[in-house]
């Protein structure tokens, strides 16, 4: 299966043998019969440790990122952040040191300066784009090199290829979160990352109706402790959880190509609006990391983020004018969201760091009739 929507369709997914389903079915199931003290039927024991329709999740994910690896090991979990947590106390140790982005997911910064730092978990920051800050970031005590590319919500993009030879070289791990991009425009661990994480609850499930997490490893020792991790911690995706990731799956790359489509529209709308300051989005062809994009990315994703010229105010205001964009949380579903990063997503930040621009705004573009979202936001745009 070279295709990447054959892949999507297909991997891990069989027709069930019990039935002949084309869709592998939602095993709603805690425990399960077992041949004799100790004989596993199928290998199943308790939903914890597998459940068939996970299984059939997690191998789809390891077949979407790492296509033709065979040592890929993917790993469903009950949030991204959930995910996130498992793979820091499975390759981390008090007194271990981490290099993460300069403008993080707030989620991501919070696990780190909240919970892991109290544990003994250190951590610097630097700008995914400047291949020479990551390396002056780096320690004897360095684990693991983060990174999010495309950024959230400043839309930065690292080139994976030279920060997995900084991490490397270092003796470090490196980590790609891959969400806003998704396997279909971007596939880390072909570049050199060591381990991809995904909430899946965005364009992986993409249809706001699930929240979820992953880890792809593409190391077979690095994969089997993760799997223990993700059976001694427990947070583990669900059934239904798994069947709802896996059917958005199925139309990933279709939707993909619409949100592309559409958000470029926007963005042509928004570099011509007096209203706009400045616009983040790695398909310009003014975005400082664009040539690193096209070189990495199949496209240039469904999230774009833009200052307002007069401020918070007119920012805040402008999230509340808009209709067919709704106001809200999270990102990648079929529907257009409007966020304001620094009072909403990224409100952990605050006064850190990374604390985000206060007149900026984020959009995540679905797969709506552009021309209905056009009218939408020039009209809330004045």
């Not at 279909?184 to 249809?207: I, R, W």
Request: hydrophobic share 40%; aromatic share 6%.
């Amino acid at each position: 299966m070279d295709g990447f929507n054959t892949r999507a369709i297909h991997a891990g997914q069989e027709p069930d043998p019990l039935t002949g389903a084309v869709v592998p079915p939602i095993y709603q199931v805690s425990t399960y019969a077992q041949d004799g003290v100790g004989g596993l039927r199928n290998g199943y024991e308790y939903s914890r440790s597998g459940n068939p329709t996970r299984t059939a999740l997690q191998e789809c994910m390891a077949a979407l990122e790492a296509p033709g690896i065979e040592t890929a090991r993917g790993l469903a979990f009950a949030s991204g952040l959930a995910a996130e947590d498992t793979l820091i106390r499975t390759v981390l140790k008090p007194g271990d040191h981490v290099v993460i982005p300069n403008d993080a997911y707030g989620g991501t910064y919070r696990l780190f300066k909240k919970v892991a730092e109290p544990w003994g978990i250190d951590h610097t920051t630097a700008a995914v784009t400047d291949l020479d800050s990551i390396a002056a970031a780096m320690t004897p005590k360095t684990k693991l090199i983060w990174i999010e590319t495309p950024t959230n919500p400043l839309l930065n993009v690292g080139d994976i290829a030279a920060i997995a030879e900084i991490a490397h070289a270092g003796g470090a791990l490196l980590v790609i979160d891959n969400t806003f991009a998704s396997p279909y425009l971007q596939q880390p661990l072909l570049l050199g990352a060591d381990v991809v994480v995904h909430s899946t609850t965005k364009y992986l499930g993409g249809h706001s109706d699930v929240v979820g997490g992953a880890l792809v490893a593409i190391n077979a020792e690095l994969g089997e402790q993760l799997a223990y991790h993700q059976n001694a911690m427990g947070a583990i995706a669900g059934p239904f959880d798994s069947w709802l990731v896996m059917r958005g799956i199925k139309t990933l790359g279709v939707r993909m190509d619409r949100h592309n489509e559409n958000a470029a529209k926007i963005v042509d709308l928004l570099e011509g609006h007096s209203a706009v300051g400045q616009v983040f989005y790695p398909g310009l062809a003014s975005h400082p990391n664009h040539e690193v994009a096209k070189k990495q990315m199949r496209g240039f994703g469904g999230m774009v983020s833009f200052r307002v010229k007069a401020g918070e105010q007119a920012a805040l205001d402008l999230c509340s004018k808009t209709t067919l964009f709704t106001l809200g949380e999270s990102l990648g579903g079929v529907e257009s969201l409007i966020e304001h990063p620094g009072r909403m997503t990224h409100a952990s930040v605050s006064g850190s760091p990374l604390e985000v621009p206060s007149d900026l705004v984020r959009l995540s573009v679905g797969i709506e009739e552009v021309d209905d979202l056009l009218a939408d936001l020039e009209k809330a745009l004045g």
